[in-house]
């Protein structure tokens, strides 16, 4: 029962579903999942976090990067079963094809170093 209701609200979120949906294309890291969603860092984060929890998405560290892609779902089987079916599903979602359009042109190079130099000169500590 935990399981099943660790992931029923992990993916009770519209933003967390668009997540998981991406990540099933291809492995992002959390700069890039910013610059898609407009979301704050720590907001991110905490969306990340609780997948991570439910078993839908893992990740792996790149240098300073950490890379999130979508999970096996191996420890639930309530995370496998809704993973194989989430792939099918919400392709007609406007957000989500306007994400999905975005994906090629993405550059994580860019986008992570043009964020940290926006930080440094506006003063935010990292």
């Excluded at 099943?4 to 993916?11: D, G, H, P, S, T």
């Excluded at 294309?25 to 969306?47: D, N």
């Excluded at 130099?117 to 003063?123: A, D, I, L």
């Amino acid at each position: 029962m935990k399981s099943f209701i660790r992931v029923m609200k992990a993916l009770s979120e519209p933003n967390r579903v668009r997540m998981v949906k991406l990540l099933g294309r291809r492995e992002l890291c959390v700069c890039e999942l910013q610059h898609l969603f407009g979301l704050a860092q720590s907001t991110v984060s905490k969306h990340l976090k609780i997948l991570e929890e439910a078993g839908l998405v893992t990740f792996r560290k790149d240098g300073l990067w950490i890379i999130y892609r979508l999970g096996t779902g191996e420890e639930s089987e309530v995370a496998r079963v809704l993973l194989a079916h989430l792939s099918g599903w919400l392709e007609d979602d406007p957000q989500l094809a306007a994400m999905v359009a975005g994906l090629p042109r993405l550059d994580r190079g860019r986008i992570c170093t043009l964020k940290d130099q926006q930080e440094s000169s506006s003063g935010i500590a990292k």
